[in-house]
Structures are given as structure tokens and as C-alpha cells.
């Protein structure tokens, strides 16, 4: 069935949150108002992307990195036109120009670069091809999404999204079972991180860092979309009275009465 | 005379007003208005604004009714309200329309905050074509594995009838585990 839909109502942000949780396989394809682009993950990590009519190659990158010069470039172009990137790389670490270190780095740093320009795209209908996996003479990385998840959050501006995001302050958070490795914080980041815990309320984690409504907000919802930590409701927080739920006090009886209730609607 | 009450939440046009028609013993009562605004009348032509209201009777003792909000944000003064002594609730999202996935979570964020009442989630249409899977929406949605999210029909009486059941299972589960 489909995944699909449009910019304006969903986010890149939301996307990749969603198929880091998922662990999704496969290619999201981006139309944007002038460009496309294909962004291809492996089990949730990021492993290709290619946007507009942008090569993408390794030969490309490594020269936009300064990692082989104008005429090496020009002479991989000339000769290598029927080399994979795959054939290209080892040809180049044999050769002792780049090592396999600066290949990925370099190709990690570019694929993270195309998903960050994807950031600023508003406008744009997007559809995710499962079966759609990266070309096979590319060379493939293994890139986690929360990092790149955390940053595109923080560029959310809009209080009024930010308040459908995270309607009430009075909620609590919880870190979900994913561990909290190699994630890149900020500092007011680690202030919220460093108070999370069911007990206490965003309200009160603001005010103990002497956030704003909007900043606690924004970090929050950064937390949410990367996966790290879920809104519960404050473990110490009075249950507000509510009188009415049941016509009756009694347990046995309340018991009694949805077990009737169930029994009605299964005969429906 | 005993009653109780469950409330169908959910964005503008998911479906909560079919919901609570069928399975309603009574002709929902419903509080529909002629949609204002140019975008939300290309979805539909009338919308509740303060409540649908029906009614299933269990028996001469005990009457369960559900009533449904009004979906669009700016009635949501009226959940509060509705939400006061409800048993749980239900929030219908449908699963052909992400742009409303959003509005969605908060309305349940909303909910949530209200009261520590069970809920379940109603994903509508999941017999179109372009509805998204479930898993999808689970993560879309933020919601955690232990939160119901039911494959849901809203013209379909049995599929209504499970979404209720998984409600209600969801309260008596509660009511047992001492919570």
C-alpha cells in the first residue's frame, strides 16, 4: 500500500523519523517544484542519495572534496566511463590516491548534504518505492538518521506546528528502548535530555533551564522525531477526579458493567 | 437508569460521524453545519461542530452513548467537555489522508493530557487503495507498540463493533491491572 503524500503536510523530518523507527528498505523519491530526488535507506540507515541532475558519483565527490585534482578527475571521466564506482574506489585505493576512509567519509558527507538540502524543500510530492534499491555501480554507506533527523528538527520555526506537535507542556518524557549513542546534542539539547524522566513535566524542564515555551518545544519535538524519547504523562501528576466515568463506585460492579457493555456490542 | 459514555475523536472529515452511525441503535444525532472554508468543502460539504451523539443500549438498566467531536481545530474547545466522565476514547484518523497525521497526534496529545482514560486508534479507509499500512501510520503517528492502532472501516458495522471491543477490553484490562 501506498506511502506517500505531500511536503506541505509532511515533512522530510517526519519521513526519515519514520523510516528510522520502520527500518524501511528502499528509495524515497522526492518531487520537488524544480528538481527530484532519490534518497535510498537499507533497514532505516541511509545509503544512497542523488538529487537533481547532479552526478553523485565517487569520481564527482572526491573532486568536490579536494581529494583528486581537475586533470585526475578529467582522466577518471576520459578512461573510467564503463568503471562502477565500486571498481573506480578500489582502483583509486590501490593506487594509493585516497584511502577506503576518505571514499566513505567523503560519500557519507555528500549523501547527508543532498538529505540537508531535502531540509528546505516545502513544496514537493513524495512517494516511498520499496522496491526501489540504490543503482548497483554505486557505492552504497550505512548512515544513521537520528543526527540528521535532530538537525532538520531544529530548523522548524513555526510555533503554531510546533504547538500541534506538542499541544500540552504538562506531559512528561520517557526515553523510548532505543539507545542514546552517538547523537550529536546540542547543549540546551543535553539540558532537556539530562532531566528526562516521567516525573517531570516539560513545563517544569523549561523552567529549570530557563527555556522558552517555543525553545523547549523545539528541542522536544527534535527528541520525538529522532526516536529517542515518547510523551507520557507525569508518573506523580493527580488523576483529575472523575466522577462520572462510572454510575457506580463499587469495582466488582464497574467490572460488571463493561463486561455487559461487551457482551451487548459482540451481538450487535 | 444507568449511562456511560465513550467519545470518537479524530482530524476533520476521518470518518467519526459514520463511525457512530453504524452501530447506533438511534438515528445519530448529529450537529452538522455547511463547511466555510473553500478547502475543507472540497472534502466534504458539512461538518460537526459541536457533537454526534448515538446511542447503543445495552439494557433496560444500562445505555452506552458515543458521541463524536467536532474534527476541525477550531471547535476544540468542545473536547474538554465532551471528554468529562468518558469511559475512553476513540481517535479515527484516516489512513488515506497524511496530511491530516499531524492534526491527529495532536488531537490525541490533547486527549491524553485530559485524563489517563484508555484509547485506541481507528485507522479509517484501510480499504482504499492509498491507504497507508499500519505499521506506517504507527510510527507517522508516534505511537508506541502497547497503543492499539485497529484496521478500521467506518461503514463497516463489524469493523466498528472491533474497535469499540478493543476499547473496551483496553478499560477492563486497566480496571484488573489496578491502574
Redo the contacts between chains.
Keep these: 500500500m501506498a506511502l506517500r503524500g505531500n511536503l506541505r503536510d509532511f515533512t522530510i523530518t517526519q519521513l526519515l523519523n519514520l523510516i528510522n523507527l520502520a527500518g524501511k528498505t528502499g528509495t524515497l523519491v522526492v518531487d520537488g517544484t524544480s528538481e527530484q530526488a532519490y534518497v535510498s535507506f537499507r533497514e532505516g540507515k541511509l545509503a544512497y542519495a542523488r538529487v537533481g541532475r547532479e552526478d553523485g558519483g565517487l569520481a564527482s565527490v572526491l573532486h568536490k572534496a579536494n581529494k583528486i585534482n581537475a586533470s585526475q578527475y578529467r582522466a577518471i571521466a576520459d578512461r573510467a566511463g564503463q568503471m562502477t564506482d565500486k571498481e573506480l574506489g578500489l582502483l583509486l585505493i590501490n593506487a594509493g590516491y585516497v584511502t577506503q576512509d576518505d571514499i566513505l567519509l567523503n560519500l557519507q558527507a555528500y549523501f547527508t548534504d543532498v538529505v540537508r538540502r531535502l531540509f528546505t524543500w516545502v513544496e514537493g510530492i513524495f512517494r516511498f518505492e520499496n522496491d526501489m534499491l540504490p543503482p548497483d555501480d554505486r557505492i552504497n554507506v550505512r548512515l544513521d538518521l537520528e543526527n540528521i533527523i535532530i538537525e532538520g528538527s531544529r530548523q522548524l520555526r513555526e510555533l503554531e506546528q510546533l504547538q500541534d506537535e506538542i499541544p500540552s507542556l504538562d506531559m512528561a518524557l520517557k526515553f523510548t528502548d532505543r539507545p542514546l549513542t552517538n547523537v550529536n546534542l546540542s547543549v540546551d539539547e543535553w539540558k532537556v535530555v539530562k532531566f528526562v524522566d516521567p516525573k517531570n513535566t516539560m513545563r517544569q524542564i523549561a523552567g529549570t533551564n530557563k527555556l522558552t515555551e517555543i525553545e523547549v518545544r523545539r528541542i522536544v519535538y527534535g527528541l520525538l522525531q529522532a526516536g529517542l524519547v515518547e510523551l507520557v504523562r507525569p508518573a506523580n501528576a493527580p488523576v483529575p477526579p472523575n466522577p462520572k466515568m462510572f454510575p457506580t463506585e463499587n469495582k466488582e460492579e464497574q467490572k460488571t458493567l463493561i463486561n455487559k457493555l461487551i457482551g451487548r456490542i459482540r451481538t450487535m | 437508569m ?3 459514555k465513550m467519545v470518537v475523536t479524530g482530524p476533520f472529515s476521518a470518518g467519526k460521524t459514520q463511525f457512530i452511525q453504524s ?1 447506533s441503535e438511534i438515528d445519530v444525532v448529529a450537529t452538522e453545519r455547511r463547511i466555510s472554508s473553500d478547502e475543507e468543502r472540497t472534502i466534504k460539504s458539512s461538518t460537526t461542530v459541536a457533537m454526534d451523539f448515538g446511542r ?4 433496560e438498566d ?1 445505555v ?1 452513548y458515543l458521541f463524536g467531536t467536532p474534527g476541525q481545530k477550531r471547535f476544540d474547545f468542545m473536547w474538554e467537555i465532551l471528554s ?4 475512553g476514547f476513540i481517535v479515527m484518523v484516516d489512513s ?1 489522508r ?6 491527529a ?2 488531537i490525541l ?2 486527549f ?6 484508555p484509547f485506541v486508534v481507528a485507522a479509517n479507509k484501510q480499504d482504499m ?5 499500519l ?2 501510520m504507527r ?2 503517528l ?1 505511537l ?1 507498540k502497547n497503543t492499539k492502532l485497529l484496521p478500521c472501516v467506518a461503514t463497516d ?1 463489524s469493523s466498528v ?1 472491533t474497535a ?2 478493543e476499547l ?2 483496553s ?2 484490562q486497566e ?2 491491572s489496578g491502574k
Design positions: 444507568q449511562t456511560v452501530v447503543i443500549t445495552v439494557d444500562l452506552l468529562e466522565g468518558m469511559l488515506t497524511p496530511e491530516t497525521f499531524r492534526e497526534r495532536s496529545e490533547t491524553r493530557a485530559y485524563a489517563p482514560t487503495e492509498d491507504a497507508w499500512e505499521d506506517d510510527h507517522a508516534r508506541d458495522r463493533k469499540l471491543l473496551l477490553y478499560i477492563l480496571m484488573e
